[in-house]
């Protein structure tokens, strides 16, 4: 099992910038990549980006390039979304998530095995 928190949500005005952090504790040594998704009062939950564990390669959605940064530390197991340039849009629930098993692809949420909680990320225009 894999216990995943994260932290760093809040309220911001447009233009804005948050830091959400995701740690993972448990049997973490299986980590593939982690990764964050957000939902959208009404919309279906949707990835924001990924990172690979062993390399560090990331990946985003199309919408979040050049505004979002995804890292990790892996010595201490937690994952980093640095929000920048926030619009309404992005406004949402994001959710950490952490693949612990050989995939190969990283976008859908089946592709990953245990999820945080959420935390409310709130853009006001």
């Known amino acids: 099992q894999v216990q995943l928190v994260e932290s760093g949500g809040g309220s911001v005005q447009a233009g804005g910038s948050l830091r959400l952090s995701c740690a993972a504790s448990g049997r973490t040594f299986n980590t593939y990549g982690m990764a964050w998704f957000r939902q959208a009062p009404g919309k279906e939950r949707e990835f924001v980006a990924a990172?690979?564990?062993?390399?560090?390669?990331?990946y985003y959605k199309d919408s979040v390039k050049g505004r979002f940064t995804i890292s990790r530390d892996s010595a201490k197991n937690t994952v980093y979304l640095q929000m920048n340039s926030l619009k309404p849009e992005d406004a949402a629930v994001y959710y950490c998530a952490v693949r612990v098993r050989l995939t190969y692809s990283f976008y859908a949420q089946t592709d990953y095995d245990y999820w945080g909680q959420g935390t409310q990320v709130t853009v006001s225009s």
């Open positions: 990172i690979s564990w062993r390399d560090g390669n990331a």
